[in-house]
């Protein structure tokens, strides 16, 4: 078990995907998306896991919740700046992890 504060350190925000682009360079097929998450926090770059389930048409403008608060990491020759989060299916599969109304980009979850 975890403690509220636990969670409480852990920044998940949402934000809007301006740039899709293809990640060959990936062990398994990715994405490295640009990611808007507003004044505070700006743009953000990451690497996903979602070709299976998303067109680059269909995530650019979606928004998606991302830790903001993880150090970069070097995945391949790219930099990964937030996580985006998402849900594991059974076919091992990711799922995007949202908000069902539009938030202001940069709007952390409580």
């Known amino acids: 078990m975890i403690t509220f504060d ?6 998940l925000r949402i934000g809007t995907i301006t740039k899709v682009e293809p990640f060959p ?4 097929p990715s994405y490295k ?3 808007d998450f507003g004044e505070e926090l700006g743009i953000k770059r990451s ?3 979602i070709t ?3 067109t680059t048409e269909e995530l650019l403008g979606r928004q998606i919740m991302c830790v903001t608060n993880f150090p970069p990491k070097q995945i391949g020759p790219f930099i990964s700046e937030v996580l985006v989060t998402g ?8 799922s995007l992890a949202g908000a069902d109304r539009t938030v202001p980009n940069g ?4």
């Not at 360079?25 to 398994?28: D, I, T, V, Y």
């Not at 709007?107 to 409580?110: F, I, N, Y």
Request: glycine share 4%.
């Open 6 to 11: 636990d969670f409480m350190n852990v920044e």
């Open 25 to 28: 360079e990936a062990h398994k």
């Open 33 to 35: 998306l640009t990611i």
């Open 47 to 49: 690497s996903a896991r």
């Open 52 to 54: 299976d389930h998303y």
């Open 87 to 94: 849900f594991d299916l059974s076919d091992g599969t990711i």
């Open 107 to 110: 709007t952390r979850l409580s």
